[in-house]
């Protein structure tokens, strides 16, 4: 396979694209002419259109799900001429179990990688970030290399295994390998974030008497919140998307989490009430969405706070 | 004297590799079970009849040979090949031209990043499956606008011959995360540059052809080699909008969706698992050859 040398990758990485400094614009005097202006404002004009048909979809699923059935096939408009609330409360007890309960189950997966990405990434890269020790070149390339590994290479073995220590239809498959820092993505992520504070933080650390726990957990961690919520914000929805595990470890209904329960809701309704089937689908969304808006403000944060090189 | 200084200093070194291997046990454990442990079973399941139910059967290169004649799997390599070969380069070109035009200190940036980077994190969910299922159906969104100009729009995903079409938009519709990274890098650029090639006299395009492309080549060959790796595992939104069939007609089977259907469909794990293997390859071969020509077009500065 190919090396992938750390180097070769630029050190702009998606981390420090989501914490860049936002300083240095490189804006021109406020357009002084009519040109300009005109340029200005058709550059607006297009930048706002291409967003409009992006979001378009996405309004339009959400004033449908408030719309009667009969007009969602003719009615394009993102405001419903008349309302109708019976979607949620059909589509929430449409299938075997509420819809809580799969939201519930979601919650729960999603936690149990939080905590795992968070504790066992930020412990691979520290060791990878600041500790000297044999092999440590030959093992980060490795482990560089699994970021690259497509998941079905392991699935395979990874199914009999855990069928084999009755594991399928329980949360354990989906977040015991977080506790194993799999998630190479946030090792990389995390050791270019510690490689970027200064080494005499952890030297005065030492000459304080802390052993590496405490440099870890005192001095390394709290300084970086910024690389910590970046992985927090990710693994979260990453894990609430996750759709391929899912639906291989869950297949009873009362196991299931709110991806897997909406994709049997499509196959139980065939298409016959896509008002509750939108209901259910924005039902999902929102926590999504109100993590990308706490997550947006968060990361704006980090970026003033830290100073990536 | 200096023996001592030597034997104290290697038990500090001892000490450090220590506390280090504490902090890497997690992922030791990791990589050796749910990694490299189940990568080598995948290679022997490869070279057998496995079935889940009874032990696996030795059947030698015979999973590999069939590959050769089994059309759905050609057929699946030819999606996925036109899925990635079509949207990731889209997908890159949208990204950037819209990460310039954002870059030139407009106004309302926050609200603009917001907006288009918004997809990019909801286009992996089975919800958005559902929904470009509706907005490209027969009577769907799409068709309701054409029918506003008098057009009577196809069943999109109905059609073999436009279904897989409505997958790349829908990846392209998920540009927003690239864009935001070719942000990070146009800001890294220093600004001195274009102050002095303005001096020069150098135009605009070709302060963009000379200096802004150049020195985001590294950017745009992290965006192209993570693209592609992620593009050959689509699963989710084909399995969602074709009902896990990869129908109609298999336009939308995508490699991983056959995949799925040989192992947990069928319960062919053997050769499941050297489909897996061939993926790999593909993979490996796709990033080492864009390695390769990453060295006559990507640029990286000495000073880093």
């Known amino acids: 396979m190919t090396r992938i040398d750390e180097t070769e990758i630029s050190p702009l990485n998606a981390t420090q694209a989501l914490t860049a400094p936002r300083s240095r614009w490189r804006s021109k005097p406020a357009g002084r002419n009519t040109a300009d202006r005109v340029r200005g404002l058709t550059k607006h004009a297009l930048l706002i259109a291409?967003?409009?048909?992006?979001?378009?979809?996405?309004?339009?699923?959400?004033?449908?799900?408030?719309?009667?059935?009969?007009?969602?096939?003719?009615?394009?408009?993102?405001?419903?001429?008349?309302?109708?609330?019976?979607?949620?409360?059909?589509?929430?007890?449409?299938?075997?179990?509420?819809?809580?309960?799969?939201?519930?189950?979601?919650?729960?997966?999603?936690?149990?990688?939080?905590?795992?990405?968070?504790?066992?990434?930020?412990?691979?890269?520290?060791?990878?970030?600041?500790?000297?020790?044999?092999?440590?070149?030959?093992?980060?390339?490795?482990?560089?290399?699994?970021?690259?590994?497509?998941?079905?290479?392991?699935?395979?073995?990874?199914?009999?295994?855990?069928?084999?220590?009755?594991?399928?239809?329980?949360?354990?498959?989906?977040?015991?390998?977080?506790?194993?820092?799999?998630?190479?993505?946030?090792?990389?992520?995390?050791?270019?974030?510690?490689?970027?504070?200064?080494?005499?933080?952890?030297?005065?650390?030492?000459?304080?008497?802390?052993?590496?726990?405490?440099?870890?957990?005192?001095?390394?961690?709290?300084?970086?919140?910024?690389?910590?919520?970046?992985?927090?914000?990710?693994?979260?929805?990453?894990?609430w998307n996750d759709f391929f595990a899912q639906l291989i470890y869950l297949t009873k209904p009362a196991v299931q989490t709110a991806p897997v329960a909406l994709?049997?809701?499509?196959?139980?309704?065939?298409?016959?009430?896509?008002?509750?089937?939108?209901?259910?689908?924005?039902?999902?969304?929102?926590?999504?969405?109100?993590?990308?808006?706490?997550?947006?403000?968060?990361?704006?944060?980090?970026?003033?706070?830290?100073?990536?090189? | 004297m200096t023996t001592q200084v030597t034997t104290r200093r290697s038990f500090a070194l001892r000490h450090e590799e220590r506390a280090a291997w504490t902090f890497l046990l997690p992922w030791f454990i990791g990589m050796a079970l749910i990694t490299i442990g189940p990568m080598i079973a995948s290679l022997y399941f490869s070279f057998t009849d496995y079935n889940l139910l009874s032990a696996p059967e030795w059947v030698g290169g015979a999973n590999y040979e069939r590959m050769l004649t089994d059309a759905r799997l050609h057929k699946s390599l030819v999606v996925t090949f036109t899925y990635v070969l079509i949207g990731v380069p889209l997908l890159l070109v949208t990204a950037l031209a819209l990460a310039i035009v954002l870059n030139r200190g407009i106004r309302g940036l926050p609200l603009y990043r917001s907006v288009y980077y918004l997809p990019s994190l909801l286009g992996a969910s089975v919800a958005v499956g559902i929904l470009w299922r509706q907005v490209f159906g027969k009577e769907g969104l799409v068709n309701q606008f054409l029918a506003l100009f008098g057009v009577e729009g196809p069943g999109w995903i109905s059609n073999p011959d436009t279904a897989l079409m409505t997958l790349i938009v829908l990846h392209v519709w998920t540009f927003g995360s690239s864009m935001v990274i070719f942000l990070a890098g146009l800001r890294q650029i220093p600004e001195e540059l274009y102050e002095a090639a303005s001096i020069d006299g150098a135009g605009r395009w070709r302060q963009f052809r000379s200096i802004t492309v150049p020195l985001l080549t590294p950017i745009i060959f992290f965006n192209l080699i993570l693209g592609?790796?992620?593009?050959?595992?689509?699963?989710?939104?084909?399995?969602?909008?074709?009902?896990?069939?990869?129908?109609?007609?298999?336009?939308?089977?995508?490699?991983?969706?056959?995949?799925?259907?040989?192992?947990?469909?069928?319960?062919?794990?053997?050769?499941?698992?050297?489909?897996?293997?061939?993926?790999?390859?593909?993979?490996?071969?796709?990033?080492?050859?864009?390695?390769?020509?990453?060295?006559?077009?990507?640029?990286?500065?000495?000073?880093?």
């Open chain 1, 263 to 309: 994709r049997n809701y499509v196959d139980a309704t065939s298409g016959a009430s896509w008002g509750s089937l939108f209901a259910m689908s924005i039902v999902t969304l929102i926590p999504v969405f109100i993590v990308f808006l706490i997550g947006q403000r968060y990361l704006v944060k980090g970026i003033a706070t830290t100073g990536l090189k």
């Open chain 1, 50 to 239: 291409v967003g409009a048909v992006m979001l378009y979809p996405l309004l339009w699923m959400l004033a449908s799900s408030f719309k009667p059935e009969s007009v969602i096939f003719s009615d394009p408009s993102l405001w419903p001429s008349e309302w109708d609330f019976s979607h949620y409360a059909k589509g929430w007890n449409a299938l075997a179990h509420p819809f809580s309960l799969f939201l519930t189950n979601s919650a729960i997966v999603v936690a149990g990688a939080l905590i795992g990405n968070l504790l066992t990434c930020s412990m691979a890269a520290y060791a990878f970030a600041r500790l000297r020790f044999r092999g440590s070149k030959i093992l980060f390339a490795a482990m560089l290399l699994t970021l690259m590994l497509p998941i079905h290479v392991v699935l395979v073995p990874q199914y009999v295994v855990f069928s084999n220590i009755g594991w399928v239809n329980t949360f354990l498959p989906l977040i015991v390998p977080k506790f194993l820092a799999t998630d190479a993505f946030f090792i990389f992520l995390m050791v270019q974030f510690f490689r970027s504070l200064p080494r005499e933080l952890d030297e005065a650390a030492k000459l304080d008497g802390a052993g590496y726990w405490r440099t870890y957990f005192q001095v390394l961690l709290p300084l970086s919140v910024p690389a910590l919520a970046t992985t927090a914000i990710f693994t979260f929805i990453w894990t």
């Open chain 2, 228 to 304: 592609i790796i992620n593009s050959f595992q689509t699963f989710t939104q084909a399995f969602v909008v074709s009902g896990g069939t990869g129908g109609p007609a298999d336009s939308t089977l995508f490699y991983s969706l056959y995949l799925y259907q040989q192992a947990f469909g069928r319960l062919n794990m053997g050769y499941a698992s050297a489909m897996a293997w061939l993926l790999v390859v593909i993979i490996a071969v796709f990033t080492a050859v864009n390695f390769y020509f990453s060295k006559r077009w990507v640029f990286y500065s000495d000073q880093d």
